[in-house]
């Protein structure tokens, strides 16, 4: 990490590099990429490269026929598994006009734009995340089944834990190129797994995810598998959440997680359906471990918020989004609405374990309050509030 376009060109160079994915997400976070080859790097660094706009989710009332992918030198990374007869480099892009103006439903600018608020606030946000998956196996003719790679269970270990190997080749690929998970094991369900990475910064956390899911699923290829990030991939069986761990300081380092918490769990019900955007996620929230009430407490059991003080830092896991959402609209809406708790020294509810306001039952309910939400509004494109929740 930490590349400039110069040094961008000059690796293209010396890495024999072949091919070049620029990579973007759709309303909904799904990595989509265009392959080029060296020679446009060049044109991709300062006009972009065209895309067909209307294709993409979020993109479609676009008033231009054509977008432009422009390349942030700073997220290069070489794809292990491409390297015969020629390296394959990715970067993330951002998505502009035919002007060079960044698009607004651009979701990753959408983070970008909330980080810059909280930088002009004196806040610093981070994120870590704890992200679960199923892992089953492919039939004879390849296609995905819902048949889980083993029956371990939460923390097991080899030979019941069958999915070790994989995890492991998940974690050695990662680092390969970059990022460093900070823990693995194999959770409750049949062949389901969690990889958890440390804190880091919105846009970096939120590039890592995209990552992160590419990988896991190409390596789960790579076996003979198929991996399932969706909330409940088993009915009866533990769903997939994607816990995410939130820190936030003042520009003087003192801890304002509690105040940013207490703005997060005020506003939860009119951001949940960017957080759980899929019918299946409602049928994972109240099942389980997973929340379904609007409460926090110390005890880590099935509360939306769980707070741990730790070494004087202050630790808020977040645990109703699953990894159907988009991690740059999650992170967007999360710093903005810690920041409306920062901003008014909000104090947190009383501390409940099992009681409190019930989230959202519904994708048609949380699309709903999305739509009438004013905080909503001002910080989500009306061209992906669409995508989310249809007209209204």
């Not at 895309?51 to 989710?57: E, L, P, V």
């Not at 103006?101 to 970008?112: F, H």
């Not at 080749?169 to 440390?198: K, V, W, Y």
Request: aromatic content about 10%; some cysteine; glycine content about 10%.
């Amino acid at each position: 990490m930490g590349y400039t376009i110069e040094e961008v060109l000059k690796d293209i160079e010396d890495e024999d590099v072949k091919f070049i994915r620029l990579a973007f997400r759709d309303a909904f976070g799904i990595q989509k990429n265009i392959a080029v080859m060296p020679g446009e790097v060049k044109k991709a660094f300062d006009h972009g490269i065209a895309i067909n706009a209307r294709a993409i989710a979020g993109f479609r009332e676009s008033p231009y026929a054509s977008l432009f992918l422009k390349p942030d030198p700073d997220t290069l990374s070489f794809l292990p598994w491409r390297s015969d007869g020629g390296k394959v480099l990715r970067m993330f892009c951002d998505v502009a006009g035919p002007d060079g103006e960044v698009y607004e439903s651009d979701t990753r600018y959408i983070l970008k734009k909330a980080v810059a608020k909280a930088r002009e606030a004196g806040i610093e946000f981070r994120f870590g995340s704890e992200t679960e998956f199923y892992l089953f196996i492919k039939d004879e003719e390849g296609n995905p089944t819902k048949i889980p790679y083993d029956h371990a269970g939460y923390l097991d270990i080899a030979p019941a834990d069958k999915c070790e190997n994989v995890r492991r080749e998940i974690g050695l690929t990662i680092e390969q190129m970059g990022l460093t998970p900070e823990r693995s094991h194999h959770e409750a369900g049949p062949g389901q797994n969690e990889i958890d990475f440390h804190y880091g910064k919105p846009l970096k956390a939120a590039d890592q995810i995209t990552t992160f899911k590419m990988v896991v699923s190409t390596i789960a290829d790579r076996y003979g598998l198929v991996a399932d990030f969706s909330p409940m991939p088993l009915p009866g069986y533990p769903g997939n959440g994607y816990h995410i761990n939130i820190f936030a300081a003042d520009r003087a380092g003192n801890d304002v997680a509690l105040q940013a918490a207490a703005g997060i769990i005020e506003k939860i019900r009119e951001i949940t359906i960017f957080l759980n955007p899929t019918d299946g996620s409602y049928s994972r929230l109240g099942s389980s471990s997973a929340p379904d009430r609007i409460n926090w407490s110390h005890a880590g059991k099935s509360e939306l918020m769980y707070i741990e003080t730790l070494r004087g830092l202050t630790r808020a896991e977040l645990r109703s989004p699953d990894a159907s959402s988009n991690p740059y609209l999650v992170y967007a809406l999360l710093i903005h609405a810690g920041l409306s708790g920062i901003e008014r020294k909000l104090s947190l509810p009383e501390e409940m374990a099992d009681k409190g306001a019930l989230l959202p039952g519904s994708k048609r309910e949380a699309g709903k309050l999305a739509r009438e939400s004013g905080f909503v509004r001002e910080i989500i494109p009306e061209e992906i509030l669409k995508e989310y929740c249809g007209l209204g």
